[in-house]
């Protein structure tokens, strides 16, 4: 059982016990994380809408930083050179939960449609 899951604009193939190094998310350590589906196969591939009901959890082991890219820029005979370096933010996840749910999950009320509560009245009529 695996699923496809996107963060950050990237997607990772990932399965139960699965740890990951995705862009740095703003949550600290040891927070649990819920991961958009993109794809899911137990037995079969399901994509679509019927992902609403696959849940994938993961909680942050860590914040880390990325190699140190080194970038040097150099035009041959013009006296040009530009050095400049590049170290990524990090965060690694691991996959605590993969399972597909029975049933989709209860929509949240905005504002709005929740029912306003009923103010009680008291009987002096100030």
Known sequence: ????????GKQ????KGTTLLVDRL?????????????????KEMIVGKDLEKVKVEATVAG??????IRVFKYRAKKGYRKRQGHRSELTR???T??????????????????PAAKKEE????S
Do not use: C, I, N, W
């Not at 990772?12 to 399965?15: A, D």
């Not at 927070?31 to 958009?36: G, P, Q, S």
């Not at 939960?97 to 929740?114: F, G, H, I, V, W």
């Open 1 to 8: 059982m695996y699923a496809v899951v996107e963060t950050g």
């Open 12 to 15: 990772y193939k990932v399965e």
């Open 26 to 42: 703003p949550d600290d350590e040891g927070a649990k994380v819920t991961l958009r589906p993109v794809a899911f196969s137990d």
């Open 63 to 68: 914040h880390e930083r990325g190699p140190k």
């Open 93 to 95: 996840l691991e996959v």
């Open 97 to 114: 939960d993969l399972k597909m749910l029975s049933r989709k999950p209860a929509a949240k009320q905005t504002a709005a449609e929740k």
């Open 122 to 125: 008291d009987g002096d009529g």
